[in-house]
C-alpha cells in the first residue's frame, strides 16, 4: 500500500483509496448516498447546511461529511439512528421559514428539498410560528428570485465569487434576519450567470423566461451539442410539442464539465424567429415566394457561370465532404475577396497548427501564458473559467497582449498596440527576457491577432529564436473553422456583425457568389458587379439592407433541425441531434446542395459513397485534399489588436433572432455601458 492510500470503513465495509478524499467524496466514489444542499463539487467547502451529517467511531456527535477528511481505520456509519434522528431534525429546522408553495413553483418536481423531505423529513411539524418572508431581489432579466424560499446554503454566492470571478453576492443578517443580497442593487452580470439556476437545490433561483412554462415530467430531453461556440458543449435540450422550452448543461469534464453560457442556455428562441421558410426569387427588387421545383427550374438555367462559393458558420463534415467534391467536379473553388484569409499565417498542413492541441487537464504545466489579441471572457467564456481556475491558484501567470478588457481574474495587460508586438519579435521588449527565462511558456493567438499579418515571417523568426522554450495554439471561434481547415476550403471566412466584405475585382459582370451560411455580407456594387448573381442558403433572414444584396433565397435547417458531424477547436469529432421539425420548405445543406448540383449541372456525385463512408475518413491524415503552401508578403493592416468580438449577444443569426437575448443585452446595456 503506498503512502497515499489509507483503509477506512463505511458502514463495515472496507475501502482502500486516496487519503485527499473527505468523506462525502468517499461515499460518493462508491455510490453511497449522502444527502446534501452546501456542497457542490465544484465549489469550496461551506459546511452551511449540515445536512450531510455522518457517524464516526469515536466522536462524541455527528460531524459534517463534507468538511472531515478521511484517516486512516476511520469507521463511517452513515444510516444509524443516531444519522437519522440528526437529518429529520436538521430538516424540520430548514423547513420553519420554507413556504408550502411547491404547486406554483418552477422548481417543483427536480427539487432537492423535495426528494429529501419525501425520505430523510418528518411527517409532521413542531412549529406554528408565523413565516418569515423576505423581498425580492433584482438579479437581471434572466434569473428570478424568489428569496423567501432560500435555504442558506450559498451555492451561488460561491458561484460568483469563484467560477464567475466577481462579487456580485454576500450573505448579511445573522438568524432568522440572514438573506442573500445584491450589493448596491446590481443585477448579477456574468455571461455564466444562468448556471446559478442550475445550482439552487430550491425554488428560490429560477429561469425568468421559463417561468410557469412547463414541468418537468411533461418534457421529453435529448442530449446534443451546441454549435454557438467553437466548443461545441454538451447539453440537454427539453422540448414540449416541439418547441425547445429550455436548455441545460451536460457533464463533460474534457470540455464544458458542467457549465455552459447564456448564450447557450437562452438561445432556443432564436431557432423559431426570424426563419427563412420558403424559396424566394427577386423580380424587380420585390422577393417572390417560390416553390422549390419553380427555384430549381430558375437555378438550372443561371447556374452556368463561374460559381464563387462563400462557406460561413455551421458547416458539417457531410456538407464539407460534397463542396469539396463539388468544387473539383467545377474546377474552381475561389472567391476573389479582399480581404487578410488568416489560415495563411501557420502551415495548415500539420493539423495540430490550427487544432487547440493543449491538454486543459495538463495546463498549469505551463508557467506562463501569453495571450494574443484574444479577449477570452467574450471568446470563449468556459475556456476561461478554466484558466481562471489555475490563475487563482498562482499556477499559471497570464500576459494579455491586446485589447483591454474586464476580466474576472488577474492578469498582466500590456499595450494593443502593433508596435509593441514588433518589440516582441524583435527581441526588444522586456517581456522576452520573461520568456527566456521561464521553462514552460504557451503562447494562446486569436484571430484578431492573425488577421493582422499576411505574411509570418516575422512570427516564425520568434518563434525559431524561442523554440525551445515556448508552445503555441491557436483559438478558433468560427464554430465550423477546423472543418474549413481540414478539408482545405481555403476561402472560408469567419462572418460577424461587425465585419464587412468587400468583393471586388470579379473577372466579368457574369458571375456567381454562392454564400452558404453566412452571417454578414457587404458589397460595393460597381459597375463590375452590376450583372452578378448572388444566392444565400442558410436558416434564417439576414437584416434587411444585407438580404437585399441577394436574388435568391434558399432556406436550410438549423444544427437542432438535422443529425451531422461537427469538429470542434480540440479536434474532437461529436453528432448534433434531431430535435426539431423544419419548416416543410426548408431542407438541410447537404440535400440542397447535392439535388442542386447532382441533378442540374449532371455531376457525377455518388449519394451512397457520401452518405456512408464519410466517418470513416481519417480525420488526422488529409493527403487527398491536396493542400498547398501560401507566403504573402508581411503587410501591417491595423494600428491596434482589438477583440475579434464585440458583442457576445448578436455572434450569429441565431443569436441575434433570440428575443430573450435581446432584452438581455439591452439591460445590460443601459445599465452597465463598460460590459463588452
Known amino acids: 500500500m503506498s503512502n497515499i492510500e489509507i483503509k477506512i470503513s463505511i458502514n463495515n465495509n472496507k475501502y482502500i483509496l486516496n487519503k485527499n478524499y473527505n468523506i462525502i467524496q468517499a461515499c460518493n466514489l462508491y455510490d453511497i448516498n449522502i444527502p446534501r444542499f452546501c456542497y457542490h463539487e465544484k465549489l469550496s467547502i461551506a459546511g452551511n447546511c449540515r445536512m450531510c451529517l455522518v457517524e464516526v467511531a469515536g466522536m462524541l456527535k455527528p460531524v459534517a461529511s463534507c468538511a472531515l477528511p478521511i484517516a486512516d481505520n476511520m469507521q463511517i456509519f452513515t444510516n444509524s439512528k443516531l444519522v437519522k434522528k440528526a437529518r429529520e431534525g436538521i430538516l424540520e429546522f430548514i423547513l420553519i421559514n420554507h413556504p408550502l408553495d411547491c404547486p406554483i413553483?418552477?422548481?417543483?418536481?427536480?427539487?432537492?428539498?423535495?426528494?429529501?423531505?419525501?425520505?430523510?423529513?418528518?411527517?409532521?411539524?413542531?412549529?406554528?410560528?408565523?413565516?418569515?418572508?423576505?423581498?425580492?431581489?433584482?438579479?437581471?432579466?434572466?434569473?428570478?428570485?424568489?428569496?423567501?424560499?432560500?435555504?442558506?446554503?450559498?451555492?451561488?454566492?460561491?458561484?460568483?465569487?469563484?467560477?464567475?470571478?466577481?462579487?456580485?453576492?454576500?450573505?448579511?443578517?445573522?438568524?432568522?434576519?440572514?438573506?442573500?443580497?445584491?450589493?448596491?442593487?446590481?443585477?448579477?452580470?456574468?455571461?455564466?450567470?444562468?448556471?446559478?439556476?442550475?445550482?439552487?437545490?430550491?425554488?428560490?433561483?429560477?429561469?425568468?423566461?421559463?417561468?410557469?412554462?412547463?414541468?418537468?415530467?411533461?418534457?421529453?430531453?435529448?442530449?446534443?451539442?451546441?454549435?454557438?461556440?467553437?466548443?461545441?458543449?454538451?447539453?440537454?435540450?427539453?422540448?414540449?410539442?416541439?418547441?425547445?422550452?429550455?436548455?441545460?448543461?451536460?457533464?463533460?469534464?474534457?470540455?464544458?464539465?458542467?457549465?455552459?453560457?447564456?448564450?447557450?442556455?437562452?438561445?432556443?428562441?432564436?431557432?423559431?424567429?426570424?426563419?427563412?421558410?420558403?424559396?424566394?426569387?427577386?423580380?424587380?427588387?420585390?422577393?417572390?415566394?417560390?416553390?422549390?421545383?419553380?427555384?430549381?427550374?430558375?437555378?438550372?438555367?443561371?447556374?452556368?457561370?463561374?460559381?464563387?462559393?462563400?462557406?460561413?458558420?455551421?458547416?458539417?463534415?457531410?456538407?464539407?465532404?460534397?463542396?469539396?467534391?463539388?468544387?473539383?467536379?467545377?474546377?474552381?473553388?475561389?472567391?476573389?475577396?479582399?480581404?487578410?484569409?488568416?489560415?495563411?499565417?501557420?502551415?495548415?498542413?500539420?493539423?495540430?497548427?490550427?487544432?487547440?492541441?493543449?491538454?486543459?487537464?495538463?495546463?498549469e504545466i505551463y508557467k506562463k501564458i501569453f495571450l494574443f489579441g484574444l479577449n477570452l471572457r467574450m471568446e470563449n467564456p468556459l475556456l476561461n473559467i478554466k484558466l481562471k481556475f489555475f490563475s487563482d491558484k498562482n499556477l499559471i501567470k497570464i500576459f494579455s497582449i491586446g485589447s483591454s478588457f474586464n476580466n474576472n481574474y488577474f492578469m498582466f495587460n500590456f499595450s494593443n498596440n502593433v508596435l509593441e508586438l514588433v518589440k516582441i519579435f524583435e527581441?526588444?521588449?522586456?517581456?522576452?527576457?520573461?520568456?527566456?527565462?521561464?521553462?514552460?511558456?504557451?503562447?494562446?493567438?486569436?484571430?484578431?491577432?492573425?488577421?493582422?499579418?499576411?505574411?509570418?515571417?516575422?512570427?516564425?523568426?520568434?518563434?525559431?529564436?524561442?523554440?525551445?522554450?515556448?508552445?503555441?495554439?491557436?483559438?478558433?471561434?468560427?464554430?465550423?473553422?477546423?472543418i474549413n481547415y481540414d478539408f482545405n476550403l481555403e476561402n472560408s471566412i469567419n462572418n460577424f456583425f461587425d465585419k464587412t466584405y468587400k468583393f471586388l475585382n470579379f473577372y466579368n459582370n457574369k458571375e456567381i457568389v454562392y454564400a452558404l451560411n453566412i452571417d454578414s455580407f457587404f458589397i460595393n456594387l460597381n459597375k463590375n458587379l452590376s450583372n452578378a448573381i448572388f444566392i444565400y442558403q442558410g436558416h434564417h433572414n439576414l437584416k434587411n439592407k444585407i438580404i437585399n444584396y441577394f436574388n435568391i433565397l434558399l432556406p436550410s435547417v438549423t444544427f437542432f433541425e438535422r443529425n451531422n458531424s461537427f469538429i470542434n477547436f480540440f479536434g474532437l469529432v461529436q453528432k448534433t441531434k434531431f430535435i426539431l421539425f423544419p419548416n416543410k420548405n426548408c431542407r438541410t445543406d447537404f440535400k440542397i446542395l447535392y439535388v442542386v448540383f447532382k441533378f442540374l449541372n449532371n455531376l457525377n456525385i455518388n449519394y451512397e459513397f457520401l452518405s456512408n463512408n464519410f466517418l470513416s475518413l481519417n480525420y488526422y491524415n488529409f493527403n487527398f485534399l491536396n493542400k498547398n503552401y501560401n507566403f504573402l508578403n508581411f503587410i501591417f493592416t491595423n494600428l491596434n489588436i482589438n477583440s475579434f468580438i464585440t458583442n457576445i449577444y448578436k455572434v450569429n443569426q441565431i443569436l441575434f433572432s433570440s428575443l430573450i437575448l435581446l432584452n438581455c443585452h439591452k439591460e445590460i446595456k443601459k445599465k452597465y455601458t463598460n460590459f463588452m
Open 427 to 482: 527581441g526588444k521588449s522586456f517581456l522576452n527576457n520573461i520568456i527566456l527565462f521561464s521553462k514552460k511558456n504557451l503562447f494562446l493567438f486569436g484571430e484578431s491577432f492573425l488577421n493582422l499579418f499576411k505574411n509570418n515571417f516575422l512570427f516564425l523568426n520568434f518563434f525559431n529564436y524561442f523554440k525551445d522554450k515556448i508552445n503555441y495554439s491557436f483559438l478558433n471561434n468560427n464554430v465550423s473553422n477546423i
Open 105 to 363: 413553483c418552477d422548481q417543483g418536481g427536480e427539487c432537492d428539498l423535495q426528494d429529501q423531505s419525501l425520505v430523510f423529513g418528518s411527517d409532521k411539524g413542531r412549529f406554528y410560528e408565523y413565516k418569515r418572508s423576505v423581498i425580492e431581489k433584482n438579479w437581471g432579466p434572466l434569473i428570478k428570485t424568489i428569496m423567501t424560499r432560500c435555504i442558506h446554503c450559498t451555492r451561488c454566492v460561491r458561484f460568483i465569487d469563484e467560477i464567475a470571478g466577481f462579487k456580485y453576492l454576500g450573505l448579511i443578517g445573522r438568524g432568522n434576519l440572514m438573506e442573500v443580497m445584491n450589493f448596491s442593487n446590481k443585477i448579477v452580470l456574468s455571461e455564466v450567470s444562468g448556471n446559478l439556476i442550475d445550482l439552487c437545490p430550491v425554488g428560490a433561483l429560477t429561469s425568468k423566461p421559463y417561468s410557469f412554462v412547463a414541468r418537468p415530467w411533461e418534457l421529453i430531453s435529448f442530449n446534443t451539442i451546441d454549435l454557438n461556440d467553437s466548443m461545441h458543449v454538451n447539453i440537454r435540450v427539453d422540448v414540449r410539442d416541439f418547441n425547445i422550452l429550455r436548455i441545460l448543461p451536460r457533464n463533460n469534464v474534457n470540455l464544458n464539465e458542467i457549465w455552459i453560457t447564456d448564450i447557450t442556455r437562452f438561445c432556443y428562441d432564436g431557432f423559431k424567429n426570424n426563419r427563412l421558410v420558403s424559396p424566394f426569387f427577386k423580380q424587380k427588387d420585390i422577393f417572390v415566394l417560390k416553390s422549390w421545383s419553380n427555384i430549381l427550374y430558375i437555378l438550372k438555367s443561371i447556374l452556368k457561370k463561374r460559381i464563387n462559393f462563400i462557406v460561413g458558420n455551421f458547416i458539417d463534415i457531410e456538407t464539407a465532404v460534397l463542396l469539396k467534391k463539388i468544387s473539383r467536379k467545377l474546377g474552381s473553388f475561389s472567391l476573389k475577396v479582399n480581404l487578410n484569409n488568416n489560415n495563411n499565417f501557420f502551415n495548415n498542413d500539420f493539423r495540430k497548427n490550427y487544432i487547440f492541441s493543449i491538454n486543459l487537464k495538463n495546463i
